[in-house]
């Protein structure tokens, strides 16, 4: 069914799309570290708009794999939004998992736009994410109401209102999602938004979805004089990129995916969905060669298309879309499997592709992602060094590498050097200072200068930390790391000769010149320790 002439946000997106709008010293130096080495007899010597819902929790978790899709309730410019949740090891199914209602007094959509209701995951998997208009109005255009907000749900299913901002009136909003959980890369056909915005920045972009894959937000658009899928560096005020090698898109393009060929960070195959009508479609496949996305063939499909996620599959990727053009009531979720892997030419075999799920009547299932993971806990690597650090008093050690890292991390590794010891970042500039470093850094630590001479063996050389992790360190290997005495020369002073008394007071005469202090350090006072 394609939209009612009444939802004049689809048209004006339409209109727009086509139109191509874009986008010390201590107590002494033996302590510090001397050695004496000459000495006179008996001598001492010491030197941290709106319509909010309290977040809703419903029983049962979602499930880890399965799938999650939007639901609008009816072809309508005004309805209200539920989660369905999809088993994609079955076929046939026409009752979900689990379906999660979102409060319709609270948030409203519109069903009958053809580009709206965009699913996301954030980051690390942990949130589901999609977009909507926070009234509890019901008669008028969903497009009309300006209050919008980002809407999540976590494993647990609670749902919260992280984000919200104010948009232009028939200009629909689209699709969010977050690189490390609190701040929102938000889409709407007007531009990019964040939390609290009031106007897009950039603007002018229309953009459909926003997706996080690794440390980078994608963002699609399906206007006709850019590439279908660019990079936002900023969740406000910053700039929305082409990504390299891509063509311009087309009116008709519809969602995309990125999955990583080797399983990590690296997210090197592309999927671009395009629908020009719910029974004509296009799967095209690019690849990352080189700095460039290559261009691998494209499968044609019978279903049209408008959500898609993947996810890697042996050497190939398993799609997952929602058929038809985003109004297209009691559609399906099909399952595809390419077998090709990267840079290698799409290869679907249409025979094996299954139907995993259709919509109730009258409804429509829109966007499709992954249901949210259970929220990992970030952990960091501690760290034992494997050489060991030795030097004398007075002289650095040399330094030795080690590698800060750790898992589900949101946010960078701090780095803070214990007393007595120096970090750096390049073997060369070291620091006593905390220093902050992304996951996967070598980082370098060596004994400082001013260490006092003695073992060091197992001792936490470096403390490693990062928010919502526990701290641990960088430790010592458990032998051979040592601060050798400095040797301490001492000139200019004599002793005079005393008949034996029965005591160790004896005469010193003389001015006494030191060889061989470190740090700055001196005597304040020559004789305050001669006898």
Sequence with gaps: QRARRGDFGEMGDRRSE???GWLGQGCGLQAAGYRISKWLRSAALCATLALTAAPSVQAQNFTSGNLAVAVAAASANNTTVSIAEINPGLTNQTTAVQTISI???LYRVSGSATSTLYLANSADGSLLAFTAHKTNGTSANANTYLSRGVITLNNAKTISNPASYTGVSGQQTRGASSLNNTNWFIGDQNGFYTDGSTSASPGSVNIRSVKAFGSTVYAFTSVTNAPPVGIISATSGGTYTGLSGLANGASSRQDFYMISSAGNSTFDILYVLDATSATAGTISKFSLVSGSWTTNGSYTTSFGGFGLCAKKSGTGADLFVTTGTGATTANQVIKLTDTAGHNSTI?????????????????ILKGVAFAPASAATPTITAVTLTNALTNTYGTASTGVSYTATGTNLTGQIT?????????????????????????????YVR????????????????????????????TTSASSNVVSQKSLTITGLSAANKNWDGTTTASVTGTPAYSGLANSESFSDPYRDWE
């Design 347 to 363: 290869s679907i075999t249409t025979a094996n592709n299954r139907t995993l799920y259709t919509a109730g009547t009258g409804t």
């Design 18 to 20: 086509m139109g191509g």
């Design 447 to 474: 004994t400082a200068a001013t260490r006092a001479a003695g073992t060091n063996n197992s001792t936490a050389v470096v403390t490693l930390a990062s928010a919502g992790a526990t701290s641990t360190n960088v």
């Design 415 to 443: 780095n803070t050097p214990v007393t007595g010891w120096e970090i750096s970042t390049n073997n060369s500039t070291w620091t006593t200072n905390a220093t902050a470093v992304n996951t996967n850094t070598t980082m």
């Design 103 to 105: 409060d319709g007094s």
